[in-house]
Nanobody, 115 residues
Framework: QAQLVESGGGLVQPGGSLRLSCAASGRIFTIYSMNWYRQPPGKQRELVAASFGDASVTYADSVKGRFTISRDNATNTVYLQMNSLKPEDTAVYYC?????????WGQGTQVTVSS
């Protein structure tokens, strides 16, 4: 079993920045991908950014140019740097990872963008 623990959410004004972190721990053999999803109020969960084992990344169109996903393979940690935040970025952000062929989820962290 593996666990994902997120941190870094909070309240920020429009145009501000936040950095989310997600650390994987437990029985970890191979991490194939580490990803960030979000669920805005009253909406379905959606993929924000993904980081794959070959170092390739992908982003939702709504965050391209503003968010950056990165990984530290030595510590099994994935980050999401969020810049130029907008009110529509308000959501619960979830870390997700494919570890050894099983998908794990973090507990979620709230990001609120409001003046």
């Amino acid at each position: 079993q593996a666990q994902l623990v997120e941190s870094g959410g909070g309240l920020v004004q429009p145009g501000g920045s936040l950095r989310l972190s997600c650390a994987a721990s437990g029985r970890i053999f191979t991490i194939y991908s580490m990803n960030w999803y979000r669920q805005p109020p009253g909406k379905q969960r959606e993929l924000v950014a993904a980081s794959f084992g070959d170092a390739s990344v992908t982003y939702a169109d709504s965050v391209k140019g503003r968010f950056t996903i990165s990984r530290d393979n030595a510590t099994n940690t994935v980050y999401l740097q969020m810049n130029s935040l907008k009110p529509e970025d308000t959501a619960v952000y979830y870390c997700n990872a494919d570890i050894g062929g099983y998908y794990y989820w973090g507990q979620g962290t709230q990001v609120t963008v409001s003046s």
